[in-house]
């Protein structure tokens, strides 16, 4: 009889191990942007395979703020490393991109920096489909951040049809993080240079599937902050004045200010649609209400309520209601903070030993952020495909303001709780 029950106990145990590590298999099948049980209806992806490629540019002769001094701007060529995801041809599951990240922030005087690994649903260097054109997206990450920083949506929209250039903004990676008033000039230069570029490209067979008359932009906390500039929110003089401060007196952001006679002529009428998540800046003066006005492209704000880097009623709720001369969404999601765009966290971060921010760079304290990257997928897919390809999605954008009272369409019933999306129409002259 205790040979039976030592049988049954080894047994027990062989049971759960082999339990464990099914769980444990299928947990690594998931990808960043796979689709949860309850993902809304446009979060799965398009029809699609996705192809991926690395490139670089350079912008000759901008300000190298870095070496600014008492008010004298020299000049530098700066390098902007991109990724790229493309509608291809279809290629084998075992040549899927295994994306090379970082934890940390530039490691010497920062955190050190962790090197891992991520699998996407991308091919690299995969064959383009061999017809049509699709609209372009160029994708801003926040400070500090990386181009593989929402691969989750990057990879997704180029399923459904899109030219996806995510930039490495340098100086405000994880790798070479530097001081922020680099960022706060070179942001919005750094897109509208990108977007030059993937639309004069030469001898480059990526030229003859874009679209260069629909094109959006999507950024991210301080890609946001550019994105809206670029979108035609000029800065104020307030910004001018606390980027002199910081630099020893450079007045190179002025260039950027609403009312600047050179900015309002940087509008570039193929921009489309304007996605910012998060966008930071305006608690911090960075917009005034007419500077908020030239924003003209039709906008989607992604936003937690209770924000704690940008702001939210003061901060981004502030910007959108604002920016009263385009037509503007604003989704939010309820007791989240500031990271409602980032893929979740890697599974490196969850090790023990870690700082607390390697994991809260990515995750949110009230939401899985699995959850909120389906969502994310569902409404700029609506939106984007809206203003970039004249399609009507109007069923999952037209919807109740509060997800609580009612289940919003194109969701999972009982699934799409505590959020809000707010929608206002341009302000009639």
């Not at 991308?122 to 994708?139: E, H, T």
């Not at 340098?170 to 942001?187: G, H, M, V």
């Not at 002529?265 to 649609?273: F, Q």
């Not at 037209?398 to 699934?415: A, L, Y």
Request: hydrophobic share 35%.
């Amino acid at each position: 009889m205790k040979s039976f029950y030592l049988l049954k106990d080894k047994f027990c145990l062989l049971t759960i191990a082999i339990i464990c590590i099914s769980l444990e298999s299928n947990a690594q099948e998931f990808r960043y942007g796979d689709p949860l049980p309850d993902a809304p209806e446009l979060a799965k992806r398009g029809k699609y395979a996705v192809g991926v490629k690395t490139m670089e540019f350079t912008n000759n002769d901008q300000v190298n703020i870095l070496n600014s001094k008492d008010g004298k701007d020299p000049l530098y060529d700066r390098n902007l490393k991109v990724e790229v995801w493309y509608p291809s041809l279809p290629e084998k599951e075992s040549k899927a991109v295994v994306y090379e990240e970082v934890m940390g922030t530039r490691g010497d005087t920062l955190r050190p920096l962790i090197p891992f690994q991520f699998k996407g649903r991308a091919y690299r260097d995969a064959a383009l489909v061999n017809s049509g054109k699709f609209p372009l997206v160029v994708v801003s990450h926040g400070y500090v951040g990386s181009r593989y920083l929402m691969t989750y949506l990057t990879e997704n929209l180029a399923s459904k049809g899109y030219v996806v250039v995510a930039i490495d903004h340098t100086d405000s990676t994880f790798k070479d993080a530097n001081a922020f008033y680099s960022t706060l000039l070179n942001r919005a230069k750094d897109i509208r240079f990108i977007i030059q570029s993937m639309t004069h490209l030469k001898n480059n067979k990526l030229s003859t599937i874009i679209d260069s008359e629909n094109i959006g932009i999507i950024g991210y906390s301080m890609g946001g902050y550019g994105v809206l500039n670029v979108g035609g929110a000029g800065y104020s003089d307030g910004l001018t004045a606390f980027f002199g401060q910081m630099t020893g007196g450079s007045k190179a952001i002025a260039d950027l200010t609403a009312n600047n006679t050179e900015y309002q002529s940087m509008k570039d009428s193929r921009i489309k649609a304007v996605v910012a998540f998060a966008p930071w800046g305006m608690e911090r003066g960075v917009w005034d209400l007419e500077g908020l006005k030239g924003l003209t492209v039709p906008t989607f704000f992604v936003a937690g309520d209770q924000d704690d880097i940008s702001g939210y009623e003061k901060g981004i709720k502030a910007i959108y209601d604002g920016s009263i001369n385009t037509d503007r969404y604003l989704l939010t999601y309820k007791n989240a903070r500031h990271n409602v765009a980032p893929n979740p966290p890697p599974a490196e971060a969850l090790e023990p030993g870690h700082h607390i921010d390697e994991y809260y760079r990515y995750a949110e304290p009230s939401w899985d952020q699995r959850k909120i990257n389906n969502v994310n997928q569902h409404f700029v897919t609506a939106f984007l495909g809206t203003h970039l390809k004249g399609e009507d999605f109007s069923q999952y954008l037209d919807i109740p303001e509060n997800s609580n009272d009612q289940d919003w369409s194109g969701f999972v019933p009982r699934s799409s709780t505590g959020m809000q999306l707010l929608h206002e129409k341009k302000a009639s002259n």
